[in-house]
């Protein structure tokens, strides 16, 4: 991913995405149905996303790429944070990213994964 382009637009292009500031400006927390399911930051010399992630494929997603590493500032076991700096390419993100959003929707209660299921059709694989 080109460290010239936030993954803002693919984040807010989640069904119900919301986007809120609750560690201060330069810390872009995503959520959906007030579940966190990304959080986003950058600075002079980094530019991270940590995404929620199925703990073994957390475990192999750090062995494939260097730019993966546990969680920073999370549970180690079910985030990853991901180096938007290297050489991880952009689909892997956007795969990544509706990977958590998909691991967060699917813990919501029933009757709000049925109202998202019947707005949105991405999410027509929910129960």
Request: hydrophobic content about 35%; aromatic content about 10%; proline content about 6%.
């Amino acid at each position: 991913m080109s460290p010239n382009k936030s993954p803002h637009k693919y984040l807010m292009t989640q069904p119900n995405a919301e986007l809120d500031y609750p560690f201060g400006a330069d810390i872009h927390v995503y959520k959906v149905e007030g579940k966190v399911f990304a959080i986003y930051f950058k600075d002079a010399n980094s530019e991270r996303i940590n995404l929620k992630c199925d703990p073994v494929h957390a475990q192999e997603l750090r062995t494939v790429f260097n730019e993966i590493t546990p969680g920073y500032h999370m549970n180690k076991k079910h985030w990853n944070t991901l180096d938007l700096k290297g050489d991880l390419p952009k689909s892997e993100v956007h795969r990544l990213i509706d990977h958590s959003y998909d691991l967060v929707v699917k813990s919501l209660p029933k009757a709000t994964k049925q109202r998202l299921r019947i707005q949105y059709e991405r999410l027509a694989w929910l129960k």
